[in-house]
């Protein structure tokens, strides 16, 4: 039987086998997601490979800039909770409170009418996870301001943002008194294929210890998701892209380098 690893989760790390419930569970996910993200990390050593099967102009790149906000500990990540600034080429950013997992069936069925407002379904070889997240737009100085000590964190995420985190993050825990975990600095590109019916996304991040994360991804709405699943799959087959389960999360690597790099005194 295949293997069921949701991804990210902070109450689940362990393999499972699939049953007849995970499979209805995932259905039922579907059923109250708003899309559809269908991911595939590379292995380091498919990387070069990889850049060439899928025909991409490297030097079309977006560079970004990430900053994660957690507790010194990682509490938000504990809970679920994950709290993200980006800084994007040009001058703009983007700001985001993200729960994941979550039950689709426990958000406020207002919230998913509101402009910024998804719940997303993300599915790799090996896992899913389900999440709700409420993205805001801002400019890359204000997110450099606020990492730089020069500006408060709170200001940064608008007021519906705000109320969304206080309604989900740990009592006691405030925007403010989080630390920034970062920069992470990665590069991103989005193309239409000749071969796919559909755009995909490619991104690599970039950690200051040289390690490396390849993600390659396409979207798609939740009743077209089995199909694209199969298409995706052979499209990267095509490109001499493995489909192979990995461990490795863009979100969960930078939190844990980034805390390594806190003094103990500050975790206490």
Not at 143 to 150: I, K, Q
Not at 219 to 241: I, M, S, T, W, Y
């Amino acid at each position: 039987m295949a293997t069921l690893k949701t991804v990210e989760s902070p109450q689940t790390t362990k393999a499972t086998t699939m049953s007849g419930e995970d499979a209805l569970k995932v259905l039922e996910l579907l059923k109250g997601s708003t899309s559809v993200e269908l991911k595939l990390m590379v292995p380091d050593m498919g990387h070069r490979a990889a850049v060439k099967g899928l025909r991409f102009d490297p030097v079309e790149a977006e560079p970004r800039q990430a900053y994660f906000f957690d507790t010194p500990d990682l509490a938000l990540n504990k809970a679920g909770v994950v709290v993200r600034a980006r800084r994007i080429q040009g001058g703009g950013g983007d700001t985001v409170v993200k729960l994941r997992p979550v039950d689709p069936e426990t958000i406020d069925p207002e919230l998913r009418r509101v402009p910024g407002f998804k719940i997303e379904l993300d599915a790799m070889p090996g896992g899913y996870v389900c999440s709700a997240s409420y993205k805001g737009v801002c400019t890359g100085q204000e997110v450099l301001d606020v990492t730089e000590g020069r500006s408060p964190l709170e200001p940064l995420f608008s007021r519906e943002q705000r109320a969304f985190y206080q309604a989900h993050a740990p009592v006691g825990i405030t925007l403010d008194s989080l630390v920034a975990l970062g920069p992470t600095y990665l590069l991103r590109i989005k193309y239409q294929p000749k071969d796919f019916n559909r755009r995909v996304t490619v991104e690599l991040w970039l950690y200051p210890d040289g390690s490396r994360i390849f993600e390659i991804s396409t979207k798609c709405r939740p009743d077209e998701a089995f199909q694209v699943a199969v298409e995706f799959r052979a499209f990267l087959g095509k490109c001499g892209v493995a489909a192979e389960p990995s461990d490795e999360t863009k979100t969960r690597s930078a939190l844990e380098f980034f805390s390594r790099e806190i003094p103990p005194e500050k975790k206490g």
